[in-house]
Antibody, heavy 122, light 108 residues
Framework: QVQLQESGPGLVKPSETLSLTCVVS????????WSWIRQSPGKGLEWIGN???????DYNPSLKSRVTIAVDTSKNQISLKLTSVTAADTAVYYC????????????????WGQGTRVTVSS | SFELTQPPSVSVSPGQTARITCSGD??????GSWYQQKPGQAPVLVIY???ERPSGIPERFSGSSSGTRVTLTISGVQAEDEADYYC???????????FGGGTELTVL
C-alpha cells in the first residue's frame, strides 16, 4: 500500500519561498500523476498543481506564477516550491497520488499524505 | 473559472439516509469524486468516477450523477460518518482540478 510523507519547514517568512518534499513509499512514482493540495485553517481544499512521473506539470491558474512542482524518480519523491509567500499561504499542505480517467481527463486522489502545516509569519 | 457548489451543512439522525449534492456546469462532461475528512486528518476518497467505491469503503456510501449534479448518499448513517465531505472534479478540459467548498455532516 502506497504511503506518502510530506516534510519541510513549518515556518516561512513573508516574501520568501516555501519548499516542501513528499516521499513516496510502498509503490513507485511511475506511472502516476502526483498532486499538491492545501487547506487553509478552517477552510476547504485547494488544488495547487500536479506532475506526471515524466515531469509534465499543470498548475492552478490562481497560483501558476508562483508554483513549481518537480519529480525525482530516483528518490521516489516530488517537491513543491511556492515563491513570494504571504499570510494567505498559511495552510496544511498535502501531497496525493493523482489518478486519471483517460477518456474524460478527470483526476481523483486515492492516497494522501498526513499533511504538513506551514505558517507564514515574520 | 469552474466552480463546484455544495450545501454548507447537512444533518441526519442515526440510521437515516444522508444525501449531499454538488453542482457544477462541467459535471455533464467530467466525473465527480467525494472525500471524507475528519478533524485533524487527511481526506479519504470514498467515491470516484461518480459512483465507484474504493476497496475498504463501506457499502453504505454510494454516488450518482445527473446532469450538472453529483450526489453522495450515505445509507444507514452511523455516528462515525460525522465529518466534512468534499466533492471534486475538473474543468471541461479535465486539466484543472476543482474542489467544492465542503459540507459538514452532523449526525444528530
Amino acid at each position: 500500500q502506497v504511503q506518502l510523507q510530506e516534510s519541510g519547514p513549518g515556518l516561512v517568512k513573508p516574501s520568501e519561498t516555501l519548499s516542501l518534499t513528499c516521499v513516496v513509499s510502498g509503490g513507485s512514482i511511475r506511472p502516476h500523476y502526483w498532486s499538491w493540495i492545501r487547506q487553509s485553517p478552517g477552510k476547504g481544499l485547494e488544488w495547487i498543481g500536479n506532475i506526471y512521473y515524466s515531469g509534465s506539470t499543470d498548475y492552478n491558474p490562481s497560483l501558476k506564477s508562483r508554483v513549481t512542482i518537480a519529480v525525482d524518480t530516483s528518490k521516489n519523491q516530488i517537491s513543491l516550491k511556492l515563491t513570494s509567500v504571504t499570510a494567505a499561504d498559511t495552510a496544511v499542505y498535502y501531497c496525493a497520488r493523482d489518478l486519471e480517467d483517460y477518456g474524460s481527463g478527470t483526476h481523483w486522489f486515492d492516497a494522501w499524505g498526513q499533511g504538513t502545516r506551514v505558517t507564514v509569519s515574520s | 473559472s469552474f466552480e463546484l457548489t455544495q450545501p454548507p451543512s447537512v444533518s441526519v439522525s442515526p440510521g437515516q439516509t444522508a444525501r449531499i449534492t454538488c453542482s457544477g456546469d462541467a459535471l455533464p462532461n467530467q466525473y465527480g469524486s467525494w472525500y471524507q475528512q475528519k478533524p485533524g486528518q487527511a481526506p479519504v476518497l470514498v467515491i470516484y468516477k461518480d459512483s465507484e467505491r474504493p476497496s475498504g469503503i463501506p457499502e453504505r456510501f454510494s454516488g450518482s450523477s445527473s446532469g450538472t449534479r453529483v450526489t453522495l448518499t450515505i445509507s444507514g448513517v452511523q455516528a462515525e460518518d460525522e465529518a466534512d465531505y468534499y466533492c471534486q472534479s475538473a474543468d471541461s478540459s479535465g486539466t484543472y482540478v476543482v474542489f467544492g467548498g465542503g459540507t459538514e455532516l452532523t449526525v444528530l
